[in-house]
């Protein structure tokens, strides 16, 4: 195998350029596709090692490497199968080794926690050195 160095990546035009640490701070560390229904499944992941079903709407990936803390970024969304829209996804609390993830239908008229068909997270944040 061979490694290439170098300082800065550039496009042929000259017109955007990045370092090594710029793109390494800027791209997901991990991210999640899965499926939140009956028996939970991962689709496609990146740094996940495993999932857990903890209730209804409640979902915890295991990352398969290290965040430098737990103050990191988690972005992500769930929805329903019959393209319903009402679904919120939330994320807390974090740890440095796993992401939990919380679905809930937001009606008006129900906050309780609701498995979804469709979850997915992306994680942003400083690797463990």
Known sequence: MSTL????????????SSTPLQ????RAKAHI????TGTIAIKKSYNISSI???GAGKYEANLSITMSS???????GSSQSDNRNDNVMGFHP???????MYS????????AGEDATFVS???FGDLSS
């Open 70 to 76: 737990a103050t990191y970024c988690v972005v992500g």
């Open 104 to 111: 809930w239908n937001d009606t008006g008229t129900s906050t």
């Open 94 to 100: 974090y740890t440095a080794t796993a992401i939990r």
């Open 52 to 54: 857990v079903d903890n």
């Open 33 to 36: 596709e899965m499926n939140g």
């Open 121 to 123: 997270a992306a994680v």
């Open 23 to 26: 793109i390494e701070q800027g």
């Open 5 to 16: 160095k170098v300082d800065t990546i550039q496009n042929t035009s000259a017109q955007y």
